[in-house]
């Protein structure tokens, strides 16, 4: 049985009350969360990154701020959607100086876009 699943029994016993007090606490819990934007030990050195991927938001900021259109980071990251880089950018936007210090922690390091061969 999953951990969803397990909770999901769990829940299922509770009293109103008792959902209603598990529910501020999740809240309590993710309230610096935000969505399409994971952050896990040992991919990317921990670093937030976009859901589903190891491309690390930093990385986009930083292609952003040399001038990269969302278009070229689209076409040059075909497993992200419009969707990721406006989380990207939200996230961005409300942890600018985290962002910063990793863009300086990598020192001169220009984020290089993958090459995207297209088939006629």
């Known amino acids: 049985m999953s951990t969803i699943e397990q909770a999901e029994a769990l829940v299922a016993k509770m009293t109103r009350g008792e959902k209603a007090q598990l529910l501020q606490h999740v809240a309590r819990d993710i309230g610096d969360a935000y969505p399409g934007i994971d952050s896990t030990a ?14 690390p938001v930093w990385t986009l900021e930083q292609a952003r701020r040399l001038g990269a259109s969302e ?21 961005v936007r409300a942890h600018r100086d985290e962002i910063d210090a990793q863009i300086r922690d990598n020192g001169d390091v220009t984020p290089c876009l993958p090459a995207v061969t297209l088939l006629a």
Do not use: K, Q
């Open 42 to 55: 040992g991919v990317a050195g921990g670093d937030p990154c976009i859901a589903r991927t190891r491309v």
């Open 71 to 91: 278009a070229e980071l689209l076409r040059s990251y075909p497993g992200l959607r419009a969707e990721d880089l406006a989380n990207t950018w939200a996230y």
